[in-house]
């Protein structure tokens, strides 16, 4: 029993990422206006149902990008996302959408602000399991040709590529669809894609990845629907 209890743990933790800075944290309320009981999350959740926190957010206080998801396993069955990212960003939920979160996960460097990164995630608006990566990377391991959504941090663009070991069609995705600034200058930088389909990219095709631009064909969108935007920080809700 203690092996498989320890297999279990390992599988886990390679399903998440653990933050060991101030990179990302998330201050978690069950009353709007950050009152109430909380909880400071720094790692992926992907059932609060262990924490005894399911269904219970209406306010956060976070710095980084966090996901909140309306079912268990980062949305394994179909349901709404909040996405959230900024320094030191109070959120108050509307009380239609309070109440509703069962996992959460950051997004980017567990150590440092603004490391550059990529994750590519298994279905659309940030859904499912998720391949993580700072460097190039020639597959995506399980996720290879599973990818429906992307998020960027830090400065660097990425080059994306149909095929493995960098081959095939290709485009470049750059960190540039929301910038925040805390109150001491400190900048993050984000590139938030809840769709490959809106790139120009085949669902379910990202075969490799590479750091720079490297393709001729370079993205550009409109920036993402948000409930607020400020110098600080946004946040937004997206529907399946
Ligand atoms: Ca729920
Ligand atoms: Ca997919």
Redesign the pocket.
Same mark, same amino acid.
């Given at each position: 029993m203690k092996v498989l209890a320890l297999l279990a743990l390992c599988v886990g933790a390679a399903l998440g990422k653990a933050t060991r800075g101030n990179a990302a944290y998330t201050y978690a309320y069950n009353e709007p206006g950050m009152n109430g009981f909380y909880q400071l999350f720094t790692d992926y959740v992907p059932n609060l149902l262990t924490s005894n926190f399911? !269904?219970a957010i209406s306010s956060v206080y976070q710095t980084g990008m966090w996901l909140y998801y309306? !079912?268990?396993e980062y949305n394994q069955a179909s349901?709404r996302v909040y996405w959230v990212h900024g320094i030191e960003i109070s959120v108050d939920f509307p009380q239609e959408y309070s109440n509703?979160?069962?996992s959460l996960k950051f997004v980017g460097s567990p150590d440092y602000m603004n490391v550059d990164t990529w994750t590519v995630f298994e279905g659309p608006i940030f859904t499912g399991s998720e391949y993580y990566g700072e460097a190039d990377a020639a597959n995506l391991g399980s996720l290879t040709d599973q990818g429906s959504s992307i998020i960027l941090t830090g400065t660097s663009p990425w080059t994306f590529y149909d095929g493995n070991s960098w081959t095939g069609s290709s485009l470049c995705l750059y960190p540039n669809t929301d910038q925040d600034t805390g109150s001491q200058g400190q900048v993050l930088n984000y590139g938030i894609y809840p769709d490959v389909k809106d790139l120009g990219i085949t669902d379910n095709t990202i075969g490799s990845v590479r750091k720079g631009c490297w393709s001729k064909n370079v993205v550009k969108v409109e920036p993402l629907k948000a409930e607020y935007r400020g110098r600080n920080g946004a946040w937004g809700i997206l529907e399946p």
């Open positions: 399911d !269904n309306e !079912n268990v349901g509703m979160c069962s």
